[in-house]
């Protein structure tokens, strides 16, 4: 082998070695931690030109979130070494605002639901900084968020511990992506002070620009991924 060409192949194998190293980086560095505590965006109760219903502000409560009670998920199949398996990635750092009016209950609202991306986690190490530094990109974009824009299917009236079944239409942001998605919704009047409720959705990551990087031991993963929220508000 002439010495030219051992030259370019050293240095090729050098640019491989490099690049090789870099996307091993990428997959391992450890992602930015949480910016702050997740707060809500708070709801206004005063008149607009919102697809929102108007709630009377005589008897309007404010019920705020609870992150310590509440929880959020996303759910996805996938299939590692050769067995199907169900990944399930979880946080309490979730916030937002549901007002409600007793007299009118189907004027209820529902403010911007926030949740912090950066501290998904999942029952795996390794998956949890790909999910933050390849899939979600969550240095740069820390907050998932759901901004509600109807309300279809509330009751005219609610009793204590009865639980109500309703849809809300919004839009979702992921990253610098935003699409419109319904949210199929319950939620439980436990007294004048407390709500509980959940929700879910499936979406096709791929309408939000999300890609999941190759990794050995995983040789197919499903196109969609459902996004639940269980969650407890109290009135503030």
Do not use: C, H, W
Not at 43 to 66: C, K, M, W, Y
Not at 103 to 118: C, E, F, L, M, Y
């Amino acid at each position: 082998m002439s010495k030219n060409l051992l030259t370019i192949v050293l240095i090729l194998g050098a640019i491989v070695i490099i690049a090789g190293g870099l996307l091993v980086y990428s997959f391992l560095k450890p992602p930015e931690a949480a910016s702050t505590p997740i707060e809500a965006l708070p709801v206004s109760t005063e008149p607009d030109s919102s697809t929102l219903d108007q709630v009377s502000q005589s008897d309007a409560t404010v019920f705020q979130i609870v992150p310590s009670e509440s929880e959020v998920r996303f759910i996805i199949d996938e299939v590692l070494r050769g067995s199907p398996k169900t990944v399930v990635g979880t946080t309490d750092q979730v916030a937002g605002e549901i007002v409600v009016s007793a007299s009118d209950p189907a004027a209820a609202k529902v403010g911007t639901i926030q949740v912090n991306a950066r501290t998904l986690a999942t029952d795996n190490d390794f998956r949890n900084r790909a999910i933050k530094n390849q899939i979600l990109d969550t240095n740069d974009y820390e907050i998932v968020s759901f901004t509600p824009r109807e309300i279809v299917g509330l009751p005219d009236s609610v009793s204590f511990g009865e639980t109500y079944n309703f849809q809300i239409v919004g839009d979702l942001t992921i990253k610098d992506v935003t699409q419109e998605v319904t949210f199929d919704a319950s939620l439980t009047v436990e007294s004048e002070t407390r709500l509980n409720g959940s929700a879910s959705t499936m979406i096709r990551y791929a309408d939000f620009d999300i890609t999941i990087p190759q990794a050995p031991s995983v040789t197919g993963v499903a196109d969609d991924v459902t996004l639940e929220i269980d969650f407890v508000a109290l009135a503030q």
